[in-house]
């Protein structure tokens, strides 16, 4: 039961050029999503965020792309660094009532060559 | 910045054995989750816990597994009879209010033998 799914496991880019990270999701629940970066043997942290009332949210190098009625979502990375490499999860949650679990993608891990 | 910490960082018990894992969620934090991740696989929720009881469960999170608060500042998961299958990072988890970010803490790496 896929109900975001992240269809590319890995990505390489270049210093300095543009990181997209795609995320795809079915349940028309979710109306919160984020993106967390994950480094081996340590906890998600927390990246950036788009309630489903948005379309964009920018922080930084980093901006995320919300289409609703496609449920898909976009993490763009300008311009993108070494330290940027990492495992990057998609994660949705509904707010409307309930516990507002997270529902994770299964990662996509960006490398950033110098 | 506050975080949320977890101790142990490694634990390796023996099948059959109960562990406690350990999380002091950030001060302020009235929601607070345990996820975990199997080796190679996704982060998947376990269960949630506001006010002082569950409030959702998955079903991953059956008789073996419990919760608990108590004190005002640690939280700990509990698995009472480890299976090999319980070997996994599991991270701990809170947030502040309705719709806010939750924020987890550094995983405690179980290897269950």
């Known amino acids: 039961d896929q109900q975001v799914k992240q269809n590319s496991p890995s990505l390489s880019v270049q210093e300095g050029r543009i990181s997209i990270l795609n995320c795809d999701y079915t349940n028309s629940m979710f109306d919160y999503f984020l993106w967390y970066k994950k480094y081996p043997a340590e906890g998600p942290t927390f990246l950036i965020s788009?309630?489903?009332?948005?379309d964009k949210n920018e922080d930084g190098r980093f901006t995320v792309f919300l289409n609703k009625s496609a449920k898909h979502l976009s993490l763009h990375i300008v311009p993108s660094q070494p330290g940027d490499s990492a495992v990057y999860f998609c994660a949705a949650s509904s707010t409307q009532g309930g516990s507002e679990k997270l529902v994770f993608g299964k990662g996509t891990k960006l490398t950033v060559n110098p | 910045e506050p975080e949320v910490t977890q101790t142990p960082s490694h634990q390796v018990t023996q099948m059959g054995q109960e562990v406690i894992l350990r999380c002091v969620p950030i001060?302020?934090?009235?929601?607070f989750y345990w996820y975990r991740q199997i080796l190679g696989q996704k982060v998947e929720f376990l269960v949630s816990?506001?006010?002082?009881?569950?409030?959702?469960k998955s079903e991953i999170f059956d008789d073996q597994f419990s919760v608990e608060r108590p004190d005002g500042s640690n939280f700990t998961l509990k698995i009472r009879s480890t299976k090999l299958e319980d070997s996994a990072m599991y991270f701990c988890?809170?947030?502040?209010?309705?719709?806010?970010?939750?924020?987890f803490g550094p995983g405690t790496r179980l290897l269950v033998l």
């Open positions: 001060s302020n934090h009235l929601y």
């Open positions: 816990f506001y006010n002082n009881e569950i409030s959702e």
């Open positions: 788009i309630s489903s009332i948005k």
């Open positions: 988890a809170s947030r502040l209010d309705t719709g806010e970010t939750q924020y």
